[in-house]
């Protein structure tokens, strides 16, 4: 929490300001945006509520991995003929824009 201050003191000092913390035992923790998850294993993850307002408070190590759209793949295979894997690649190499990814794609 907060270094040099004792854990025990600073529980009461949340409880006399009407906060309420609990730990919450996660092995992973997922937040999926539109174009990648943020995955934290092994999460410290603590709940507090705070004044009837819920947060939770994640603590742990950050992996980000992005996530492709399955009619992206599909339809840069389609229109340049090349392989699934090939498809994905190029995706990653040109940022998510599929007219680049095809060209790159028809001009190899």
Do not use: W
């Amino acid at each position: 929490m907060i270094p040099g201050i004792n854990p025990k003191q600073m529980e009461k000092m949340m409880k006399q300001l009407g906060m309420k913390q609990q730990h919450i035992d996660a092995r992973v923790v997922i937040i999926r945006l539109d174009d990648k998850e943020l995955i934290i294993k092994n999460p410290e993850v603590l709940k507090v509520n705070m004044m009837g307002q819920e947060t939770f408070q994640i603590t742990g190590k950050i992996e980000e991995k992005e996530l492709l759209d399955e009619g992206d793949v599909s339809l840069i295979q389609k229109e340049s003929g090349c392989t699934r894997e090939e498809a994905i690649k190029t995706l990653k190499e040109n940022n998510g824009d599929i007219a680049a990814s095809i060209i790159a794609l028809k001009n190899e």
